[in-house]
């Protein structure tokens, strides 16, 4: 199993764990209130998504990733998504070695 699998297989198990907040309104709630320890964004989301969500991150110093696209976070979690967060350190952590 690669890298991405493994990612992956921790992104749903974050979701399934209820580690994991999904939705641009719910997230951009999480990286303002610092409860997002990593945000995972879709490389085919929207130029504004992105752009909006790295500066966020940037500004609150959480880290994003967008190294999968928005079917690959779908499929992960269960539900049609292009970003999400997952506020467990530990879960992060173990993504970000990952990457």
């Not at 610092?34 to 992105?50: F, G, R």
């Not at 500004?59 to 997952?86: C, Q, W």
């Amino acid at each position: 199993m690669d890298n991405k699998q493994k990612s992956l297989n921790l992104l749903g198990l974050a979701q399934r764990s209820g580690n994991l907040i999904s939705g641009e309104a719910l997230v951009l709630s999480s990286i303002r209130s610092q409860e997002a320890k990593v945000v995972i964004l879709a490389s085919d989301a929207s130029e504004n998504t992105v752009k909006q969500f790295l500066n966020k991150c940037e500004h609150y110093r959480i880290p994003a990733l967008i190294n999968f696209d928005r079917e690959d976070i779908s499929k992960a979690i269960g539900k049609m998504r292009t970003v999400v967060a997952i506020t467990d350190g530990g879960f992060a952590q173990s993504l970000q070695k990952l990457q």
